[in-house]
């Protein structure tokens, strides 16, 4: 057997008992497929890691950043209290409308909003805003802006919020000091904004699975 096939093999088994897809989020999957949404959500066992993060952090207040058709975003709204909020930045306003179909249909339109345009432009929007300190915030958009998406994270959290950014791993790639590529330069000052900022302390853990080799950085706010 591969190696990659018993990753798959492996995530199967996991994603069966662990955490299956119901009808809203297998919905939201296929709405996206169907609209011709990249297939680059976060796995099953990944939507369940965030959604059990969040529970874990007592989140009453997440910001996302990229929702794509809303995948991620479910799973996250899903750990929210009634009166909880989440808000998701999406550039394009293609992905927001599919999306917003999705989140309906999984009936958490009364907490989750979507805004639609370039997240650095909606960010000082919504610091603007004054919100509260939102608990969790995922970062997932594109990665070439993770250290500014990183700062504004900062901006819109207090002590003891947790900032999870996807795909630091991209294969490998980020080991490559002499990568030319902004995503891997993007997801590399990421990581070193992580491990030097005086509010931060973080790590950083490779996943493989059926979306290849690739991980989650997670970073805890001090102060
Ligand atoms: N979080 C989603 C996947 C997001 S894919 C999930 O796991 O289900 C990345 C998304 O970020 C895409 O929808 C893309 O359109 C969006 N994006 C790319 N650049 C962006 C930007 N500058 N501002 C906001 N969103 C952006
Ligand atoms: C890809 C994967 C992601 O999880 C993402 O957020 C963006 C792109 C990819 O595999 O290209
Ligand atoms: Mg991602």
Redesign the pocket.
């Known amino acids: 057997m591969s190696e990659s096939q018993a990753w798959d093999d492996v995530d199967d088994y996991f994603t069966t008992h662990l955490a299956p897809n119901d009808e809203a989020l297998e919905a939201a999957l296929r709405d996206s497929a169907a609209a011709g949404?990249?297939d680059?959500?976060?796995t099953p066992s990944q939507?369940k890691f965030l959604h059990l993060l969040a529970q874990i952090q007592g989140a009453r207040t997440i910001l996302?950043?990229?929702?794509?058709?809303?995948?991620?975003?479910i799973w996250l709204a899903r750990a929210l209290p009634a009166d909880g909020r989440l808000i998701s930045?999406?550039?394009?306003a293609r992905?927001a409308e599919v999306a917003t179909r999705n989140i309906a249909r999984a009936g958490l339109d009364a907490l989750v909003q979507v805004r639609v345009?370039?997240?650095?432009e909606?960010l000082p929007k919504l610091a603007d805003e004054n919100p509260a300190p939102f608990d969790l915030v995922?970062i997932?958009?594109?990665k070439s802006?993770n250290p500014h998406y990183l700062e504004w994270a900062l901006r819109l959290t207090s002590a003891g919020s947790l900032i999870v950014v996807?795909n630091v791993v991209r294969q490998g790639r980020v080991a490559d000091a002499h990568s030319t590529s902004p995503d891997v330069l993007g997801s590399r000052a990421a990581i070193e904004l992580i491990g030097s900022h005086p509010r931060l302390t973080g790590t950083a853990l490779q996943t493989v699975g059926s979306k290849g080799h690739d991980g989650f950085a997670l970073a805890r706010v001090l102060a």
Do not use: K
């Open positions: 949404l990249p680059v959500a976060v939507g996302e950043i990229g929702t794509l058709g809303g995948y991620s975003t930045l999406e550039y394009s992905h345009g370039p997240a650095l909606s995922f997932d958009a594109d802006n996807d």
